[in-house]
């Protein structure tokens, strides 16, 4: 008697093309959609390790723009409250909504409204409360002010 051996069965596809039944050898072909999750997984995995080191940096960054934006806008007004008292022989403005200044810089980055204050060493004082938008801080949220920029002669 002769035996036969056993040959795979092969069966055609929708598109015309063999494929070794599954219980033949091989390895199983991975579905498109098990390719297109593993793939999002992995892009996704590396976006969130790329936003933890990356970050940090972008916001210190973004935080020292604001304060950079806040020192310009305090020598600014300080600029205005000084043409201010040479145009009212000498008086000063007692607040900044009497300065000629655009609506913009009426507030700090933070949207924190500007203070002035009367010093009688520096004259009027151009305040930012900083980030925190409270008296004192540390860091980014530290107050800015147009005495501490003051030259001393």
């Not at 999750?37 to 933890?52: A, H, N, P, S, Y």
């Not at 909504?97 to 004082?125: F, I, M, N, Q, S």
Request: aromatic share 4%; proline share 7%.
């Amino acid at each position: 008697m002769t035996r036969k051996t056993r040959r795979p069965d092969l069966r055609a596809d929708d598109h015309g093309r063999s494929h070794e039944d599954e219980t033949g050898g091989g390895f199983p072909r991975p579905s498109k959609t098990l390719l297109l999750v593993g793939i999002l997984g992995l892009l996704g995995l590396c976006c969130l390790t790329g936003t933890l080191f990356l970050t940090p940096n972008v916001l210190t960054k973004l935080q020292d723009a604001s304060r950079a934006k806040a020192r310009r806008d305090v020598e600014r007004l300080r600029q205005a409250a000084v043409e201010y008292q040479v145009q009212h022989d000498g008086q000063a403005p007692r607040s900044i909504d009497e300065l000629d200044v655009t609506p913009a810089l009426r507030k700090d980055p933070w949207g924190h409204p500007y203070t002035l204050e009367l010093d009688a060493e520096a004259g009027v004082v151009v305040i930012s409360l900083g980030s925190d938008g409270a008296p004192g801080g540390e860091g980014h949220a530290a107050d800015l002010s147009s005495a501490d920029d003051v030259p001393s002669e």
